[in-house]
């Protein structure tokens, strides 16, 4: 994919907020967790700093190994196609030491171009199969999730992962669904069963998609989503310098939750929380549900 590719679009949530919260230091080290398109990376580059980006997706590290030419060039800018759970190896992959990195950042979830243009079952539109995989590498899909759980780990996924409370219903219609279609050897598509949990849901006229917290629940699962922020997070804490600070930006309540348990951490203290403006939610819509926690450590 070449930088110049459009569908690659990605909007940064609270850019300035959190390169400013991350007091990004002239020649300081930083590790960007989620690098996707890269938003947040240019703007801590563009502090004179250096930084480790990270990313499980091929799409978004071909993209910006092309946008950051130079950078990488100039040894400014290290991309490690990595699962961020791994972030103490990544470190060391380029020579980096722990304990020495002044600051990192993690913009959990999903970029707008995987959502939008990636085509792999993440919107409720897509005419493709429920992969919902953000690493090919991974070998179990959404999709294979709906064949092999049984209804009843189903409902517990739904309401577990995604507070679903129609959630033995939907596993129900889902079940019966999949086995027609398996009758008839055709794939499970993302916008079948997005219609599917529509024509099942009490609330067909909410604001929110009826599917949302279902597709939500199975993203989680297929990305092993809260294992490994919950794991890369205590590494993280080990790397960082003292004083140096961790920026991490949530968007549901399960990955909220446990960026906030962090101010249980003894090595850590709470300097922040931060919400979007109204201007920025007018301008980036997806950014409504984000929140900003701002930790140092001691
Ligand atoms: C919201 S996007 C980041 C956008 C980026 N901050 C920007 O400004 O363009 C989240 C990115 O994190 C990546 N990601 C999600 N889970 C990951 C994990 N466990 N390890 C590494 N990358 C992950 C996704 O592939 C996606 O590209």
Request: charged share 30%; glycine share 6%; aromatic share 8%.
């Given at each position: ?55 499980v ?43 020495e ?66 959630s ?5 219609a889902i ?39 279902v ?21 993280a ?62």
């Amino acid at each position: 994919m070449s930088s110049n590719d459009l569908n690659y679009k990605h909007t940064p949530v609270l850019l300035k907020e959190a390169v400013k919260e991350l007091k990004v230091k002239k020649n300081g080290k930083y590790i960007d967790c989620n690098l996707g398109g890269g938003g947040h990376t240019k703007a801590i580059l563009g502090k004179g700093a250096l930084v480790l980006g990270l990313d499980v997706d091929t799409n978004a590290i071909s993209f910006c190994k092309q946008k950051f030419v130079a950078e990488i060039k100039e040894e400014r800018l290290f991309i490690v196609q990595k699962n961020f759970l791994y972030i103490d190896r990544a470190v060391k992959s380029i020579g980096w030491n722990s304990g020495e990195i002044d600051g990192i950042l993690y913009d959990l979830g999903l970029s707008m171009y995987q959502f939008k243009g990636a085509k792999k079952g993440f919107s409720f539109n897509d005419e493709t199969k429920l992969d919902m995989r953000m690493n090919n590498e991974l070998q179990v899909t959404a999709e294979d999730l709906l064949r092999v759980l049984s209804e009843k780990q189903l409902a517990n996924l739904f309401y577990e992962y995604g507070g679903e409370v129609q959630s033995k219903a939907f596993a129900k219609a889902i079940k019966s669904f999949v086995k027609e279609k398996d009758a008839k050897c055709e794939p499970i598509l993302a916008k079948d069963v997005a219609q599917l949990i529509k024509n099942t849901s009490k609330y067909k006229s909410s604001r929110v998609h009826p599917a949302t917290r279902v597709f939500q629940a199975l993203r989680i699962a297929v990305n092993s989503e809260l294992d490994n922020l919950q794991g890369s997070l205590e590494r993280a804490i080990e790397l960082l310098k003292p004083n140096a600070r961790l920026v991490i930006i949530t968007f549901h309540s399960l990955e909220y939750a446990i960026s906030k348990n962090l101010e249980e951490s003894p090595a850590l203290n709470l300097i922040k929380i931060v919400k979007p403006s109204d201007e920025e939610i007018k301008e980036n819509i997806s950014s409504r549900s984000a929140t900003m926690h701002v930790y140092e450590k001691v």
